[in-house]
């Protein structure tokens, strides 16, 4: 990798180290609405000279990822349980991705700190040829160890210029046949933890509020058409949310399009994903770079 795509790959951790800490700060001021919290988030991205590589995820208990609010849901932070902030930085098409996990009581201080911990034994282990198995079995380990229970079908995955999933994963269960890491690689790992009681897998609800262009070919109508070129223009590949085209026209009326070009495979709508039986899920990710000395975190606030 040339020096120059490191440096904007440090730059966007930076920022996105920046930008959870201040999600934090939002959270533990009292501020409570889902909308209001994820407009102030992305805001601040481009404030701190970076911008969204997808929609803020703003993930409550049981919704384990992919939920990005509209205005009219209304959604307000529970007193109880666990809320997750999954937040992504490009810096031109160089991406980095980290989130947090804040108990919003004490009953759930335990998972959000085994989470963290399971993410922190991965890193220390990344180095060039250890395979993604090996990882996912030590997060599993972590886990198992303070009776908690990984996610098995939610992985981390690899990281390159304009692609936030590249191929390779990053389990979070131990796997026998996985691919080997390479020196210079970007990785995304992120250990979802639930309770032992919990089935530690997630189902997708037919609910989408993220979508991404899947197939870059000219729509069959006009307004179709349109959309579609504002989209690549504006995010490439990468996903967005239809809150950031409404300068287009109403959400409903973009809502219309979007669904227009998802019948035509044109665009790929993330169905939001929640634990089956309903478990509470914990969730930390960090973005690191992998050199000969083993893993570089990109996305860790400056101490």
Request: aromatic share 8%; with cysteine.
């Amino acid at each position: 990798m040339m020096e120059k795509e490191i440096e904007k790959y440090i730059k966007a951790g930076k920022i996105t180290a920046n930008v959870l800490e201040f999600a934090r700060t939002l959270i533990l001021s009292g501020i409570n609405d889902v909308c209001e919290l994820c407009e102030e988030i992305e805001s601040k991205i481009f404030k701190l000279g970076g911008m969204p590589a997808f929609p803020c995820n703003i993930c409550i208990n049981e919704i384990a990822a992919h939920f990005s609010p509209y205005p009219s849901d209304r959604i307000k932070l529970p007193k109880e349980g666990i809320v997750k902030i999954d937040v992504g930085v490009r810096i031109d098409g160089f991406i980095t991705d980290a989130a947090i996990s804040i108990p919003l009581s004490k009953n759930y201080k335990k998972i959000v700190k085994c989470s963290k911990k399971a993410l922190e034994n991965a890193i220390k282990c990344v180095k060039p040829g250890i395979k993604t198995g090996k990882l996912g079995e030590i997060i599993e380990k972590t886990a198992k160890d303070e009776n908690f229970k990984p996610i098995k079908n939610l992985s981390g995955h690899l990281i390159r210029e304009y692609n936030l999933h590249a191929g390779k994963s990053i389990p979070n269960i131990r796997t026998l046949f996985s691919q080997k890491i390479e020196e210079g690689e970007i990785y995304a790992i992120e250990p979802f933890l639930t309770f032992p009681n919990a089935m530690g897998s997630v189902t997708s609800i037919n609910k989408a509020r993220i979508f991404s262009l899947a197939k870059l070919k000219k729509p069959r109508n006009r307004e179709g058409e349109e959309i579609y070129r504002e989209i690549y223009r504006r995010f490439r590949t990468l996903p967005f949310s239809p809150r950031w085209l409404l300068d287009l026209g109403p959400l409903e009326s973009v809502l219309e399009k979007i669904r227009v070009l998802i019948k035509e495979k044109i665009v790929h709508a993330y169905p939001v994903l929640v634990e089956e039986s309903g478990g509470y899920v914990a969730q930390f990710e960090h973005t690191v770079l992998v050199t000969k000395r083993g893993g570089v975190i990109l996305t860790k606030k400056a101490s």
